[in-house]
């Protein structure tokens, strides 16, 4: 069993920073992958941002790419999500999942364990 946390949503305005951060207890040395999904208000939940747990390989959606970082500090269990030059349209709930099968893309797969959500709200 995996358990996540996730803290750091707010309100910002175009242009600014926030940095997301996803507690992970439980089974974390079973963990294959780990990633940050986002559900916009009235859309679907869209992946924006994996990360492979044993070789720190990350893959970012075309929409955040060179703006969004994940990162992970293993020794104290956290995913960070850095998000920087925010626009209006990364207003969304967001959400840090984890995946224990060692096989496949940390992209293309269906997570099994997720938080609860922490909302981002970017004003113009």
């Known amino acids: 069993q995996v358990q996540l946390v996730e803290s750091g949503g707010g309100s910002v305005q175009a242009g600014g920073s926030l940095r997301l951060s996803c507690a992970v207890s439980?089974?974390?040395?079973?963990?294959?992958?780990m990633s940050w999904f986002r559900q916009p208000p009235g859309k679907e939940r869209e992946g924006v941002a994996f990360?492979?747990?044993?070789?720190?390989?990350?893959i970012y959606a075309d929409s955040v790419k060179g703006r969004f970082t994940i990162s992970k500090d293993n020794a104290k269990n956290i995913l960070v999500l850095q998000m920087n030059s925010l626009k209006p349209e990364d207003t969304a709930m967001y959400y840090c999942?984890?995946?224990?099968?060692?096989?496949?893309?940390?992209?293309?797969?269906?997570?099994?364990?997720w938080g609860q959500g922490t909302q981002v709200t970017v004003s113009s």
């Open positions: 990360i492979d747990n044993d070789y720190a390989t990350a």
């Open positions: 999942a984890a995946d224990l099968a060692f096989w496949g893309s940390c992209q293309g797969r269906m997570y099994k364990y």
């Open positions: 439980g089974d974390t040395y079973k963990i294959r992958c």
